[in-house]
């Protein structure tokens, strides 16, 4: 039973999280086995070692606060007060750091057996704005998309956002030679997001005693992993921004609060295989099939997460790039995001 402590480690390298384990025995009738017995045995074993992964209720809220960190890829705060359009295209990695002393919370969670932390990404954004002056003087409006999917070996990532956003311009710019002030700009709108990543893999052989008609014998199950982590959110950001520029040189900064309204994480893993039955005394294998199964669901972000907002960007005529960083505050432990944007403004 001890080769089950790899599916442990496997389990919580991967952020395994479970509230119960889920143990399924399915062999043809026996008379020489107690199958009762067998399946009593098997899931005793496997909460033994799983069991301490029990309600990590911090890991799963941190992992939906870095999903909610991660759509926020290609923003355009750093493109205040373009005169037609603009046109971008970004990634974005959400991160949610446990504590101040990260050192010091990854050494404690073996007696916790939970860390509030999490990372994820929105790998491609695209996102376009327009400048409605026309209509109403100093107001803008966006929309970004985003949606990506692939399979790497064992991995398959699936990932999908969508946002609508209006800004805008509340104090005009200012020019001066070489350098401009961006004014302030305040605005919202929302974005929706959601994915899942999955991974598969094989254990190895895991083995258990079990008591037979009889004697004894052993269980050998020799099973495929697959644990599935699945994000969705909607979010409003409110943000109020300034920045500045010097010759080719962009700097944003600002601050807001993004209100998730909703968020869930779910994280679930399914171990299921062959399994055979055989006795120590000798006889005839008996051949089945094991499962085991769990997780943890219903995990969420921070409904307010106050933040800090910069960007450092270059600009080459209306091609330009662009690094938004963003500092959230206010949770038990600090979050971040951080992207690259690439646009074409005007």
Same mark, same amino acid.
């Given at each position: ?193 959601? @994915? ?5 893999? =094989?254990? +190895?052989?895991?083995?258990? &005693?079990? $008591?037979?008609?009889? #004697?004894? *014998? ?54 299921? @295989? ?5 006795? =120590?005394? +000798?006889?005839?294998?008996? &051949?089945? $099939?094991?499962?085991? #199964?769990? *997780? ?51």
């Amino acid at each position: 039973m001890k080769k089950i402590i790899v599916l442990g480690l496997i389990l919580l390298l991967t952020g395994g999280m479970l509230f119960a384990v889920d143990v399924k025995l399915d062999f043809p009738s026996n008379p020489f086995v107690n199958f009762n017995n067998a399946l009593g045995e098997f899931q005793k074993d496997a909460n033994e070692i799983l069991g301490k992964f029990e309600q990590m209720n911090d890991l799963v809220n941190g992992m939906a606060n870095a999903s909610s960190f991660a759509a926020d890829g290609a923003t355009m705060r750093n493109f205040i007060g373009y005169k037609k359009f603009s046109v971008a295209i970004g990634t974005m990695v959400g991160v949610q750091a446990p504590s101040y002393n990260f050192l010091d919370a990854v050494d404690n969670i073996d007696d916790a057996n939970d860390i509030y932390a999490g990372i994820n990404a929105q790998v491609v954004t695209v996102s376009a704005g327009v400048n409605l002056g026309f209509l109403v003087e100093g107001l803008y409006a966006s929309a970004k998309f985003g949606k990506f999917s692939m399979s790497i070996e064992d991995f398959d990532i699936n990932m999908y956002s969508f946002g609508l956003f209006a800004q805008y311009q509340l104090i005009e710019s200012k020019t001066i030679l070489m350098a401009s002030w961006k004014g302030v700009q305040v605005g919202t709108g929302f974005v929706y997001y959601s @994915g899942d990543v999955s991974y598969k893999t =094989d254990v +190895g052989t895991i083995e258990t &005693d079990v $008591t037979l008609a009889g #004697g004894t *014998g052993k269980l050998a199950f020799d099973p495929d992993l697959e644990i599935k982590l699945a994000t969705s959110g909607l979010k409003i950001p409110i943000e109020i921004m300034t920045g500045v520029r010097v010759a080719v040189v962009d700097i944003s900064f600002g601050l807001g609060v993004d209100i998730n309204v909703r968020s869930n994480v779910d994280l679930t893993f399914d171990v299921e @295989g062959p399994a055979h039955i055989t006795p =120590d005394a +000798g006889g005839s294998r008996i &051949d089945g $099939t094991a499962s085991v #199964g769990g *997780g943890t669901e219903g995990g969420r972000a921070n409904i307010f997460s106050p933040k800090l907002m910069t960007g450092v960007g270059f600009s080459l005529g209306p091609v330009k790039l662009d690094i938004p960083i963003t500092y959230y505050f206010g949770t038990k432990g600090p979050g971040a995001n951080i992207g690259l944007t690439g646009a074409f403004v005007l």
